[in-house]
């Protein structure tokens, strides 16, 4: 499946959709480590344990469900089905990677043209550097007019 392009979404819509993909993904890892301490607690026969990490996990699907509502309060229904489509089918990682790749584009083109900027500024703005050292003239030695002693 080729990464999903979003260029097409409204400016205002940016945000909730970036949110949306970033809240995806810490749900995912969130559940993943939940199911990964479930497993090391089963291992156990730690019933205890068990017990807060299903509690754990039902706190974690009403977090997320709660983000869910306030990030679709912020889009379009279409702009949400097509989120939801995608993330459906693990485009998470996919948008992560991409966004974070042009993000880091953006900011080094913005970083070049404000050197470029700089430099043009501070070469308009340079007086004409003198020479440090004086002139000598033609013929004469450096170093002083008396020799040391043999």
Request: no cysteine.
């Amino acid at each position: 499946m080729p990464p999903a392009d979003f260029s097409d979404v409204s400016s205002e819509e940016l945000p909730a959709v970036r949110q949306a993909v970033t809240d995806e993904s810490a749900h995912r890892d969130r559940l993943a480590r939940i199911k990964r301490l479930r497993e090391l607690a089963a291992d156990g026969r730690d019933r205890a344990r068990m017990d807060q990490l299903d509690e754990l996990e039902r706190r974690e699907g009403q977090n997320h469900d709660a983000e869910r509502i306030r990030t679709h309060a912020a889009m379009s229904d279409a702009t949400w089905a097509r989120i939801e489509n995608f993330l459906k089918s693990g485009g998470v990682a996919r948008a992560r990677t991409g966004t974070a790749e042009q993000q880091a584009e953006r900011e080094r083109l913005a970083n070049h043209k404000a050197e470029r900027e700089r430099a043009a500024q501070a070469g308009s703005q340079r007086q004409p550097m003198r020479s440090a050292a004086p002139s000598r003239p033609a013929g004469t030695r450096s170093g002083g007019g008396s020799r040391g002693p043999r």
